[in-house]
């Protein structure tokens, strides 16, 4: 089993920053996904960043050049540096983790909430 703790949300104007963290612990595969999505009322759950085990980031068009994602394997940990907020960005910011070994699953933390005024 994988659990995912998220923190670091919070209330922030227009152009603030926040830095998200999502720590991972139980039966976790040095081969896997770890990522951020987000969501609001009403609408799908979309992508904003992965990143894998080796490196390799992907992000979404919408929060490219603002948004970093960083992991520490170490600390089965995923980060989240978030510059430049826009209101458009509140939403509920969910962890990931999608193991590429056996046996196959992703998992999802609870959510933290992003509130950004403008």
Do not use: H
Not at 110 to 118: E, I, M
């Amino acid at each position: 089993q994988v659990q995912l703790v998220e923190s670091g949300g919070g209330s922030v104007q227009a152009g603030g920053s926040l830095r998200l963290s999502c720590a991972a612990s139980g039966s976790i595969s040095m081969l896997n996904t770890m990522g951020w999505y987000r969501q609001v009322p009403g609408k799908q759950r979309e992508l904003v960043a992965t990143i894998t085990s080796g490196g390799t980031i992907t992000y979404a068009d919408s929060v490219k050049g603002r948004f970093t994602i960083s992991r520490d394997n170490a600390k089965n940990t995923v980060y989240l540096q978030m510059n430049s907020l826009k209101p458009e960005d509140t939403a509920v910011y969910y962890c990931n983790l999608d193991r590429q070994s056996f046996p196959y699953r992703n998992y999802w933390g609870k959510g933290t909430l992003v509130t950004v005024s403008s």
